[in-house]
C-alpha cells in the first residue's frame, strides 16, 4: 500500500479526533439528517472543492460535481440530483459554478478527437456554437477561454430552469433560485455572474414551460 493512501486515513483519524474536540456530539448529529440550503453543482476538477471555497460545514451543501460542471437533461445522474435536492432536500439556492482554467472547457475548444469524452464536451461546444459571434471576436485566447467557462456557466443555469421540479416548485414557494458562479484559481475568489434568475423564467417560458403556468409571476398575481 503507497504510502500517500495511508496518509489518508492518517488524516481522517486526526479529523475526527479535532472534531470530536470541539464537540462530543458532532458526529452523533452529523448522523441525524441533512438540510442543506444549497444544491452545488461543480466541475469535478481536484483543485476546485466545494464546501472548502464556500467556507461550508458539513451538512451545509448538496453537491454534484462533473466534467466541465455541465447539466445535460439525458444524464439521469445530474437530473436525479436536482430533483431530490428540489423536491426533497428543499434547498433555497441552486449554484452552477465554473471554474477558469477548467479542462473540460480547453478540451472542448480543441479539435481533437477525445475518444469517449466527444459525447459530453459536445455539450460545451454546443455552448460554443450559440456564443461563436462574440467569442471569435475575442482575439486573446486566454480571455477566450475565460469567457466561455462563463457561457458555459449561463448555459447550465438555463438548462437547470428548463427542469419541471424547478419550475413547479418556484410557482408554489419561489424557490429555488438558480445562480451561475465562477471560481478563479488565480485568486481563490468566487464570482457571481449575477444570472437574471426571474428574467431567464420569463425570455424561455413560451418554450419550455411545462406546467401550464406563468412562472414568474403566477404567485404574485395570485
Not at 43 to 54: F, G, I, K, Y
Not at 114 to 130: C, F, Q, S
Not at 177 to 202: A, C, P, Q, S, Y
Amino acid at each position: 500500500m503507497s504510502q500517500s493512501y495511508e496518509v489518508i486515513f492518517e488524516n481522517n483519524k486526526k479529523w475526527v479526533e479535532s472534531k470530536v474536540a470541539q464537540d462530543p456530539n458532532f458526529f452523533h448529529e452529523l448522523a441525524k439528517t441533512q438540510n442543506p440550503d444549497y444544491l452545488y453543482i461543480g466541475c469535478s476538477d481536484s483543485r476546485a472543492t466545494a464546501e472548502e471555497l464556500m467556507g461550508a460545514k458539513p451538512g451545509e451543501v448538496f453537491v454534484h460535481r462533473n466534467i466541465a460542471n455541465v447539466v445535460n437533461t439525458l444524464d439521469m445522474s445530474s437530473t436525479a440530483v436536482i430533483q431530490y435536492a428540489v423536491e426533497h432536500l428543499k434547498v433555497k439556492h441552486i449554484v452552477v459554478c465554473g471554474h477558469y482554467n477548467c479542462g473540460g472547457v480547453k478540451a472542448a475548444m480543441t479539435p481533437q478527437d477525445l475518444g469517449l469524452l466527444n459525447p459530453w464536451l459536445r455539450n460545451i461546444r454546443d455552448v460554443y456554437r450559440l456564443h461563436q459571434a462574440e467569442l471569435d471576436s475575442i482575439e486573446d485566447e486566454d480571455k477566450r477561454y475565460d469567457r466561455l467557462v462563463e457561457l458555459n456557466v449561463q448555459e447550465q443555469c438555463i438548462n437547470v430552469i428548463k427542469m419541471a421540479c424547478v419550475q413547479e416548485r418556484y410557482i408554489l414557494e419561489e424557490q429555488p433560485v438558480v445562480h451561475g458562479w465562477v471560481f478563479d484559481l488565480r485568486t481563490g475568489k468566487i464570482i457571481d455572474l449575477e444570472i437574471d434568475f426571474e428574467k431567464i423564467l420569463k425570455d424561455i417560458q413560451k418554450i419550455y414551460n411545462l406546467t401550464g403556468s406563468d412562472w414568474v409571476m403566477s404567485r404574485k398575481t395570485k
